[in-house]
């Protein structure tokens, strides 16, 4: 079984929808991460959390809303989707302090 | 700021050839210099990382990588490609002040020809 699972694996929806990406881990990290990858851009930090209480924005937060309810899951919100949204979207789990980050296999995301 | 510059976005070689993958990181020493693989339809995975331990790095699949502080630089080579080497690589960098944010690189997307 993966370590990091996403649900779902691809999504389509329209422009004003929220919508809610999960993400869970069984490795029993205290950090986890959402990016997204868009095309030419590589990866970006979207949030990212040291525990259930510790919740942080990354590069590139607006538009978005997390919560980690639990040590295993984190979870990714568009309150309200637009199309310049629509990207592949990963979350991680890791140690912290540079260890590594195991990745989900991804959301491809499509926003109409 | 910490920033990280992947040069060649598309790197083509014959099976059995080096493979050559260049990365270069911002003149500030990053505490930490990773090198990932995405293949298709997957997440990331390292495939090395560089701690500060030795500037020569081994990592998974017979790839290696060699920090150069005086060219700021961290290339991803590998002796002879395999076909199942095709898939995009990703270097990153992580924050000095908060090692838990990475930056990553644009990508090098390898192909490999029989």
């Known amino acids: 079984d993966a370590d990091v699972t996403q649900t779902p694996r691809n999504r389509i929806t329209k422009t004003g929808k929220r919508i809610m990406l999960e993400c869970s881990q069984t490795?029993?990290?205290?950090?986890m991460y959402w990016y997204r990858q868009d095309p030419g851009l590589g990866l970006r930090l979207i949030y990212y959390s040291f525990d259930v209480k510790d919740i942080n924005k990354g590069e590139i937060s607006d538009g978005y809303s997390v919560s980690r309810q639990a040590q295993a899951k984190f979870s990714l919100s568009l309150e309200s989707a637009i199309p310049n949204q629509t990207a592949l979207y990963f979350c991680?789990?890791?140690?912290?302090?540079?260890?590594?980050?195991?990745f989900g296999p991804g959301t491809r995301l499509l926003v109409l | 700021a910490q920033s990280v510059t992947q040069l060649g976005s598309h790197v083509s070689v014959s099976e059995g050839a080096l493979v050559l993958l260049r990365c270069n990181y911002s003149s500030s020493v990053p505490p930490y210099l990773f090198w990932y693989v995405q293949y298709p339809n997957q997440g990331l995975q390292l495939l090395l990382k560089y701690t500060s331990a030795a500037t020569l790095v081994k990592g998974i699949n017979g790839f290696e990588a060699e920090f150069k502080k005086s060219e700021t630089s961290f290339h991803l080579t590998k002796p002879s490609a395999h076909m199942s080497d095709a898939a995009e690589y990703f270097c990153?960098?992580?924050?000095?002040?908060?090692?838990?944010?990475?930056?990553f690189g644009t990508g090098t997307r390898l192909q490999v020809f029989p």
């Open positions: 490795k029993g990290h205290d950090r």
């Open positions: 990153a960098v992580s924050k000095s002040y908060n090692t838990d944010k990475l930056i």
């Open positions: 991680a789990s890791g140690l912290g302090g540079g260890e590594t980050q195991y």
